[in-house]
């Protein structure tokens, strides 16, 4: 379950205050997780790290805690494309902080599929003489089959 739905099912679900102050805190931490929800986009399910459960701050701004949910599936998806054989998250815009976050993120169904992708997208737009920049390792590449050879050795995206 993403963080932002966990935190807004705890925060609905939560035992009803016994005193009337408590109760409007209630009220409106369960608001806040509504609203912060409504900007959450759901995406597929995000993997925990060594079994922890992502710790939430209790009357946090929801825009914070959906700017988290974002760095965090981030960070996620950039430990995913490192350690996985075969990724199917493209590393060229994983990199690219210009680029919607949907779209940074954005899986593919199976390697294969992103191998496609990284071809018609990416290869085919190099032309000779353009220098490429790899934006997650900070590193320029030179050629076509440096970016290449780079996407194989280091993502395992192969082209």
């Known amino acids: 379950m993403p963080l932002m739905q966990k935190c807004l099912v705890e925060t609905v679900i939560i035992m009803l205050g016994t005193m009337v102050e408590e109760e409007f805190c209630r009220?409106?931490?369960?608001?806040?997780?509504?609203?912060?929800?409504y900007y959450f986009q759901e995406g597929r399910a995000i993997a925990m790290l060594h079994g922890r459960p992502p710790t939430q701050v209790k009357g946090?701004?929801?825009?914070?805690?959906?700017?988290?949910?974002?760095?965090?599936?981030?960070?996620?998806?950039?430990?995913?494309?490192f350690m996985e054989e075969r990724p199917t998250i493209c590393f060229i815009y994983l990199g690219e902080a210009s680029l919607l976050f949907e779209k940074r993120v954005y899986s593919f169904a199976s390697p294969g599929d992103?191998?496609?992708?990284?071809?018609?997208?990416?290869?085919?737009?190099?032309?000779?003489?353009?220098?490429?920049?790899?934006?997650?390792?900070?590193?320029?590449l030179e050629h076509k089959m440096h970016l290449?050879?780079?996407?194989?050795?280091?993502?395992?995206?192969?082209?």
């Open 60 to 81: 946090a701004c929801p825009q914070l805690v959906a700017a988290d949910a974002e760095k965090q599936a981030l960070n996620t998806a950039m430990l995913l494309v």
């Open 148 to 159: 290449q050879n780079h996407a194989l050795k280091i993502y395992g995206t192969v082209s």
């Open 27 to 37: 009220r409106n931490a369960a608001i806040d997780a509504v609203a912060a929800y």
């Open 114 to 140: 992103l191998t496609k992708y990284f071809k018609r997208k990416h290869l085919s737009n190099i032309r000779g003489g353009d220098w490429i920049k790899c934006k997650v390792c900070r590193i320029s």
